[in-house]
């Protein structure tokens, strides 16, 4: 309501100015003096009505309405010039104003970008490669996992043994590994595993999301290139093969391909002061209507904002990096998960049905966090793991 008002208020002003440009402000005054005539005529009229002849008073009378016919035309001639005058000049602002958009959006591009090397976290995305050759000591999704059969399979508590939801082969990524400063190992098997059950909840206990009796992480210092396909089945592991029960979140298999870059997100503390700073030393002065800024999303153009969440939003399968949630950070309002600093593996749904027979769907199109605590992620500890998943 109030914006609306402003906006009122400001095209009045605009008007008043174009009226009050010289050659409108000399029609004006031609036109008030033409019916002050015609005013003065009307009234001497009436006052010599008896004084007069009748072919005078006729005159005057129309001299007076021939006036009135004048004032009309200028009037009308003034406010065509004006309405016309305001047209334009709207026309113009707007174009300039989109103009402006378009350049804020490039900008906007290119602040997010020095955000990410300034002030983001180094990141290992993950894509699924339907045509990549998998083997079973392959970084991948869903199937058979390679295990050493020299230690216990992790099981729940009732001996049932759990499923393959994705595995990382770190010698494949050890340069990548070796860019996160010692956060991963750079060698060895990283292993992610859950045992979904017709709860949906995935393995996971809403109750206590430490609860590592439905999920477990495991790392492999080294990897035994002897081990085959044939020892694992003999292990009687099982695999995701189908989404036919709303319980499994994954089913089959793919291999992966990763990329390493930095990024920084909206939802960083120093995200919002970092970028208004950034837009400021290229001219861009950034303020709400009161101002006083407290949401980006409050004092940007619908479209620049748009443009800003897009290029600071990781709804990709991660290594490390900033979380994305489609609700809510458990961590935020429960002082039992503040430890776990430091996400580990971020999943998110693959519902794409053209693109292979792997598919990945976490209740309505949701994501899945395993997050640790930084010291015991340097140390290679994962015996200690939060895993929280939330969707639409």
């Given at each position: 309501?109030?914006r609306k008002t402003r906006n009122i208020l400001h095209r009045r002003?605009?008007?008043?100015?174009?009226?009050?440009?010289?050659?409108?402000?000399?029609?004006?005054?031609?036109?008030?003096?033409?019916?002050?005539?015609?005013?003065?005529?009307?009234?001497?009229?009436?006052?010599?009505?008896?004084?007069?002849?009748?072919?005078?008073?006729?005159?005057?009378?129309?001299?007076?309405?021939?006036?009135?016919?004048?004032?009309?035309?200028?009037?009308?001639?003034?406010?065509?010039?004006?309405?016309?005058?305001?047209?334009?000049?709207?026309?113009?602002?707007?174009?300039?104003?989109?103009?402006?958009?378009?350049?804020?959006?490039?900008?906007?591009?290119?602040?997010?970008?020095?955000?990410?090397?300034?002030?983001?976290?180094?990141?290992?995305?993950?894509?699924?490669?339907?045509?990549?050759?998998?083997?079973?000591?392959?970084?991948?999704?869903?199937?058979?996992?390679?295990?050493?059969?020299?230690?216990?399979?992790?099981?729940?508590?009732?001996?049932?043994?759990?499923?393959?939801?994705?595995?990382?082969?770190?010698?494949?990524?050890?340069?990548?590994?070796?860019?996160?400063?010692?956060?991963?190992?750079?060698?060895?098997?990283?292993?992610?595993?859950?045992?979904?059950?017709?709860?949906?909840?995935?393995?996971?206990?809403?109750?206590?999301?430490?609860?590592?009796?439905?999920?477990?992480?495991?790392?492999?210092?080294?990897?035994?290139?002897?081990?085959?396909?044939?020892?694992?089945?003999?292990?009687?592991?099982?695999?995701?093969?189908?989404?036919?029960?709303?319980?499994?979140?994954?089913?089959?298999?793919?291999?992966?391909?990763?990329?390493?870059?930095?990024?920084?997100?909206?939802?960083?503390?120093?995200?919002?002061?970092?970028?208004?700073?950034?837009?400021?030393?290229?001219?861009?002065?950034?303020?709400?209507?009161?101002?006083?800024?407290?949401?980006?999303?409050?004092?940007?153009?619908?479209?620049?904002?748009?443009?800003?969440f897009d290029c600071s939003y990781i709804d990709e399968n991660c290594?490390?990096?900033?979380?994305?949630?489609?609700?809510?950070?458990?961590?935020?309002?429960?002082?039992?998960?503040?430890?776990?600093?430091?996400?580990?593996?971020?999943?998110?749904?693959?519902?794409?049905?053209?693109?292979?027979?792997?598919?990945?769907?976490?209740?309505?199109?949701?994501?899945?966090?395993?997050?640790?605590?930084?010291?015991?992620?340097?140390?290679?500890?994962?015996?200690?793991?939060?895993?929280?998943?939330?969707?639409?």
């Amino acid at each position: 309501m109030i914006r609306k008002t402003r906006n009122i208020l400001h095209r009045r002003e605009e008007i008043e100015k174009i009226y009050n440009t010289p050659a409108n402000l000399r029609l004006k005054h031609i036109a008030i003096g033409v019916i002050c005539v015609a005013i003065i005529l009307m009234g001497i009229a009436a006052i010599l009505i008896d004084d007069i002849s009748d072919t005078m008073l006729l005159v005057m009378r129309g001299c007076a309405g021939l006036c009135a016919i004048l004032f009309v035309i200028i009037v009308g001639i003034l406010t065509y010039r004006v309405n016309n005058t305001y047209i334009k000049s709207s026309t113009q602002s707007n174009l300039i104003k989109n103009a402006k958009i378009m350049d804020k959006l490039e900008l906007t591009r290119k602040i997010a970008e020095e955000l990410n090397e300034e002030i983001g976290l180094t990141t290992i995305f993950i894509y699924p490669n339907k045509d990549k050759e998998i083997t079973l000591t392959s970084s991948k999704f869903g199937g058979l996992p390679y295990w050493d059969d020299s230690l216990p399979y992790p099981t729940d508590n009732k001996g049932n043994k759990l499923k393959l939801l994705a595995q990382f082969n770190l010698g494949e990524i050890a340069e990548a590994c070796h860019s996160c400063g010692g956060l991963l190992p750079e060698s060895g098997m990283l292993q992610f595993f859950i045992l979904p059950e017709e709860d949906c909840f995935y393995g996971s206990d809403l109750d206590d999301y430490t609860n590592n009796n439905l999920f477990r992480v495991i790392y492999h210092p080294s990897i035994n290139p002897e081990i085959t396909v044939e020892d694992i089945r003999d292990l009687n592991i099982p695999e995701a093969l189908s989404l036919e029960n709303d319980y499994e979140p994954i089913s089959g298999e793919i291999g992966l391909d990763f990329n390493i870059k930095k990024k920084a997100i909206l939802g960083q503390s120093d995200f919002k002061d970092k970028f208004i700073e950034k837009a400021g030393t290229y001219g861009w002065q950034i303020d709400d209507e009161n101002g006083t800024i407290t949401d980006l999303d409050d004092c940007l153009e619908e479209d620049v904002y748009s443009e800003l969440f897009d290029c600071s939003y990781i709804d990709e399968n991660c290594l490390l990096g900033y979380p994305v949630f489609t609700q809510y950070d458990p961590r935020t309002d429960d002082e039992q998960y503040a430890g776990y600093d430091t996400q580990l593996f971020q999943m998110t749904t693959s519902d794409d049905e053209d693109e292979s027979d792997f598919k990945a769907m976490w209740g309505d199109m949701g994501i899945a966090h395993f997050f640790i605590n930084r010291d015991k992620l340097i140390k290679k500890d994962f015996s200690d793991i939060m895993y929280y998943w939330d969707c639409y």
